[in-house]
C-alpha cells in the first residue's frame, strides 16, 4: 500500500470504501466455491485437496482478503487520525466548528437519528468500553462515547 500522508479525508473514506467492495467481492468468490469462505476445509476426509472446488482461486481469495483487511486497518488509522488533527486544530483556532470542519474536509455530517436525554448509573453505557459518536448538544457538535447493549433499564443505551 503506498503513502497515505499526502490524503485528505475524503480521499482516505474513499479509499476505505474502494478496499471494503473489493474485500465484499473476494468473499462472494469464496462463497462461490461450496462457500467454503474464509475457515473452510481444503482438504477431503482423507487428507487429498477437495476436488469439487478451485483451490486456486480459493487460496488466492483468501490472500487477497488478508491483505485487503491489513489494508483496511492503515487507512481506518489513517481516517482517524485525520479527523482528530482536524478537531485539534478547530479547538485550536476556536473559529470553526466541528461540523464546519468536517464539512470542509469531505467528511459526511449524519443528521440526528436519537436523542439522549441522561446516562443512569450503573447502565451499560456508564459501565462498559464506549464507541465514539458525535452529538449535537446546544447547537454545538460534541463528541462523545457510548455503548449500546441491553440492559435492565428502558431501551438499549442505558
Same mark, same amino acid.
Given at each position: 500500500? @503506498?503513502?497515505?500522508?499526502?490524503?485528505?479525508?475524503? %480521499?482516505?473514506?474513499?479509499?476505505? #470504501?474502494?478496499? @471494503? @467492495?473489493?474485500?465484499?467481492?473476494?468473499?462472494?468468490?469464496?462463497?462461490?466455491?461450496?462457500?467454503?469462505?474464509?475457515?473452510?476445509?481444503?482438504?477431503?476426509? %482423507?487428507?487429498?485437496?477437495?476436488?469439487?472446488?478451485?483451490?486456486?482461486?480459493? *487460496?488466492?481469495?483468501?490472500?487477497?482478503?488478508?491483505?485487503?483487511?491489513? #489494508?483496511?486497518?492503515?487507512?481506518?488509522?489513517?481516517? @482517524?487520525?485525520?479527523?482528530?488533527?482536524?478537531?485539534?486544530?478547530? *479547538?485550536?483556532?476556536?473559529?470553526?466548528?466541528?461540523?464546519?470542519?468536517? *464539512?470542509?474536509?469531505?467528511?459526511?455530517?449524519?443528521?440526528?437519528?436519537?436523542?439522549?436525554?441522561?446516562?443512569?448509573?450503573?447502565?451499560?453505557?456508564?459501565?462498559?468500553?464506549?464507541?465514539?459518536?458525535?452529538?449535537?448538544?446546544?447547537?454545538?457538535?460534541?463528541?462523545?462515547?457510548?455503548?449500546?447493549?441491553?440492559?435492565?433499564?428502558?431501551?438499549?443505551?442505558?
Amino acid at each position: 500500500m @503506498e503513502s497515505l500522508a499526502g490524503l485528505s479525508a475524503q %480521499e482516505l473514506i474513499k479509499r476505505k #470504501d474502494d478496499i @471494503e @467492495e473489493e474485500i465484499r467481492t473476494q468473499l462472494l468468490i469464496l462463497d462461490g466455491q461450496k462457500s467454503v469462505g474464509m475457515d473452510g476445509s481444503l482438504i477431503d476426509a %482423507e487428507g487429498f485437496p477437495r476436488s469439487d472446488i478451485d483451490l486456486y482461486a480459493v *487460496r488466492t481469495a483468501r490472500n487477497r482478503v488478508i491483505c485487503l483487511r491489513n #489494508d483496511h486497518k492503515i487507512v481506518m488509522a489513517a481516517v @482517524e487520525k485525520k479527523i482528530h488533527d482536524m478537531h485539534a486544530e478547530a *479547538r485550536e483556532s476556536g473559529k470553526a466548528t466541528n461540523e464546519q470542519t468536517a *464539512r470542509q474536509s469531505g467528511v459526511p455530517v449524519s443528521k440526528a437519528f436519537a436523542k439522549i436525554n441522561s446516562v443512569t448509573d450503573g447502565s451499560p453505557a456508564a459501565l462498559a468500553r464506549p464507541v465514539r459518536v458525535t452529538v449535537n448538544r446546544n447547537g454545538t457538535a460534541v463528541g462523545l462515547f457510548l455503548t449500546p447493549r441491553p440492559w435492565g433499564g428502558k431501551g438499549v443505551l442505558g
